[in-house]
Structure formats: structure tokens, C-alpha cells
């Protein structure tokens, strides 16, 4: 069955540094989703991505779709304490009609 | 407005036991998901309902598990005969479209599930 692998499992950065997280699946992808979760609550949308090669921006965060729809990436630029919270994306695609197969997400922390 | 509700916040059942896990999805939306959340993993998919109709059930781990969504609003996740490995968080989420039109999913805060 479709699988997403995410890396990496953690990131600890200094406040004001970059981050990435980077995100591939086994089939080709129809779209991709990215979630942030924050320590004790749910998942919450963040973007999805859908054409081959797009690239989508929200102020400090970056969303890469790769040409061949099988892999994204997540930057973010300049670090702050409120980034803190494992990102995930979420894979929809091949014969899983209705399934969003996650990633097992990147838990980043930032210290101030 | 109102988002996915879902009740119990925490649940502690004794092995063996039954539950029965509810999700109030945001009214309107068409699409419902039952996803199973293991501690520092991401969620796994359960079952998807397009209204009331039942169309993927793939995920659910044994036939101990059942999901139901008879009205295509309201749903419920019931697990029978309760072992320890399925102490996890169960997220609900609804989106407003099939799965199709690429509309986001909107996931309720979970049920926390502890077998002991």
C-alpha cells in the first residue's frame, strides 16, 4: 500500500534559524496536505499542494510540491517559539480513494 | 462557527470492556474520517464515510471495530472486547467535500483511550 516517509523524526533549533522538513511517498500523489500539531492538541490544516513542481507561500513558511508528485518539503524561515509542534503531511492518491496516508511527522522544537 | 466535537475527551476502559466513541462533525460536511493516533506517530486511517454511506473501511484493524454513521451527520466508533494496544487517541475529522475535491480535513480535539 501507499507509504509517506517524513524526516527528520526531530528537529531542535535555535529561535531565528531555518527549518525544513521533507516528505516523500512510495506512488505518485494526487495532492499533498501539510498539518501542524501542537504539544496536547489535534491536527491543524495548513496547506495543500496539488499541481506537479507548485510552490505556495504563508509569510515565513514555503511549500514544495515535487515534479514528479511524489515528494514536498515544508521551510520555514527564522524561527520563533510559536513554530514549536510536529508537522505532518498527509498523501492522497493511487487506488486509497477517500485515504490520506500521513507521514509519522517532524516534531520541531526552538529554543528561545 | 462550531468545529468537530468529540466525546469522551478520555476514556479508561478495563480490557475486555466495550466503548463507543462519538464525533459531531461541522454541520454541512459531507465527508467523515476515523483516524487512530499512537503516541508520537502520525495518524493512522480507520474508515471513511461519504454522508451515510460507509465507503472505505480498510484501516480498522479487526473486526473488533466498527464505525457508523446512519443519518450522515453523527457518527460513532465502537470498540469491542477492549485489548491494551488499542490505548491510543482517535481523531475524528470532516471536510466539506469527497475526498475528490481535495478539501481539507477539520479534526475534532480526539478521545484518548486507555485499556488497562
Known amino acids: 500500500g501507499q507509504q509517506v516517509m517524513q524526516i527528520p523524526q526531530y528537529q531542535h533549533v535555535q529561535e531565528g534559524e531555518d527549518f525544513t522538513t521533507y516528505c516523500n511517498s512510495s506512488t505518485t500523489l494526487s495532492n499533498i496536505q501539510w498539518y501542524k500539531q501542537r504539544p496536547g492538541g489535534h491536527p491543524v490544516f495548513l496547506i495543500q499542494l496539488v499541481k506537479s513542481g507548485e510552490v505556495k507561500k504563508q509569510k515565513r513558511l514555503t511549500f514544495q510540491f515535487g515534479e514528479a508528485k511524489k515528494n514536498s518539503s515544508l521551510h520555514i524561515t527564522a524561527t520563533q517559539t510559536t513554530d514549536v509542534g510536529t508537522y505532518f503531511c498527509?498523501?492522497?492518491?493511487?487506488?486509497?480513494?477517500?485515504?490520506?496516508?500521513f507521514g509519522q511527522g517532524t516534531i520541531l522544537t526552538v529554543h528561545p | 462557527g462550531a468545529g468537530v466535537s468529540q466525546s469522551p475527551r478520555y476514556k479508561v476502559a478495563k480490557r475486555g470492556q466495550d466503548v463507543a466513541l462519538r464525533c459531531d462533525p461541522i454541520s454541512g460536511h459531507v465527508s467523515l474520517f476515523w483516524y487512530q493516533q499512537a503516541l508520537g506517530q502520525g495518524p493512522e486511517f480507520l474508515t471513511y464515510f461519504q454522508n451515510e454511506a460507509q465507503l472505505d473501511k480498510s484501516g480498522l484493524p479487526s473486526d473488533r471495530f466498527f464505525a457508523e454513521r446512519p443519518e450522515g451527520s453523527v457518527s460513532t466508533l465502537k470498540i469491542q472486547r477492549t485489548q491494551q494496544e488499542d490505548s491510543a487517541v482517535y481523531l475524528c475529522?470532516?471536510?466539506?467535500?469527497?475526498?475528490?475535491?481535495?478539501?481539507?480535513?477539520?479534526f475534532g480535539n480526539g478521545t484518548r483511550l486507555t485499556v488497562t
Open positions: 475529522a470532516s471536510s466539506l467535500y469527497p475526498p475528490g475535491l481535495n478539501s481539507p480535513l477539520h
Open positions: 498527509a498523501g492522497a492518491g493511487g487506488t486509497s480513494y477517500g485515504k490520506l496516508t
